[in-house]
């Protein structure tokens, strides 16, 4: 999850590859749940003095900065069904893999994965949280009568001591807009070398990102080529700005024109922080005669220790999630023939000024029937 929120929905794709099923399971433990919950009785109306006490004195300067303090983010992660309802599933059915064991939650927010965690029976899970939804967290935990399991730790995981000096296994959701933006795999990472038992695990433990290509002349015309001529102005100094900004949006399947190639796969378990900057080559083989508008960007991550493989993809041919896809205009309209090859390089890397940036450089050429390109643009997420 992130926190850049200008992005427009074109559609919603319907097609999921990994297994899953949103009913399943859940209900019975939600029931539980519900049951345990003492809601009811805190949920009497504040009186004016309380609501303003509880509901902080934050301004919107705050938000700007930390934006994981405010709930509407959180709300808009635990809504896709696809994230949170993959992560209830992996733990609910996989409880072998925390059942007695030490827990800990990276990132924790509202909370969620520290109290699935602690209803399959984990010994001690803690819950670390940065921004102030770490006090929200304390509540919920409270409020559902984990305070005995749960312990909610308000900081970065860079700067807190924890009670123990190992853990079983971590849990995190980490993965932002083109897997990397945010960089807060580092954070991972650091709390694995530092905690993690030896032959401990790491949830997930795999991430990969894929390249496809797409026609989207529309959409081009209307986010790039808009600054040519706005209102009779030329304001092309912006169109400049705006090819080297990924969209994050969602793709129409129909839109995708090549195959999809993988470009690189992440070992959450024994990876480097280093490794999350490389160059990835690619070939992508129309498989149609159309026009390439431009190349998208897509992540899976996949829970290997699980009974049976689980986990999701943020691809055009699976179910949306709020990750959509990452979409990176070309400078050419690239017109392409069935089983002619777009080949290239993709080099990815955290901004040197600011690490929570990705800086990303393509590099692509086409020696097609119609059209011979070759071209190296750059890129950042920010
Ligand atoms: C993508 S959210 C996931 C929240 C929650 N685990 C969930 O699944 O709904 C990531 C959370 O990690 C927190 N976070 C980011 N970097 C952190 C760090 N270095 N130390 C502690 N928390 C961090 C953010 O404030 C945010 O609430």
Redesign the pocket.
Known sequence: ?DTQNNVDVKNQPTKIRFEYDDDEEAGTLEEVATESSNLEEDTAMCEPEDSFAAGDDKTSADYYFDS?SHFGI?EE??KDVVRTKTYQNVIYKNSFLFKDKIVL?V????G??SLFCAKVGAKHVYA????S?ADMAQEIVKLNGYSNVIAVLKG???EIELPVAQVDVIIS??MGYFLVYEN?LN?VLYARDKWLVQDGLVLPDKASLYLTAIEDADYKEDKIEFWNNVYGFDMSCIRKQSIMEPLVDTVEQNQIVTNCQLLKTMDISKMTAGDASFTAPFKLVAERDDYIHALVAYFDVSFTKCHKLMGFSTGPKSRATHWKQTVLYLEDVLSICQGEAVIGTLTVAPNKKNPRDVDITLKYSLNGRHCQASRTQYYRMR
């Open positions: 999850m994981y959180h992660m635990l939650d990132g924790a927010g509202t969620i994965l670390v949280e940065c921004s939804m970065k995981i860079e959701e980490w807060m954070t």
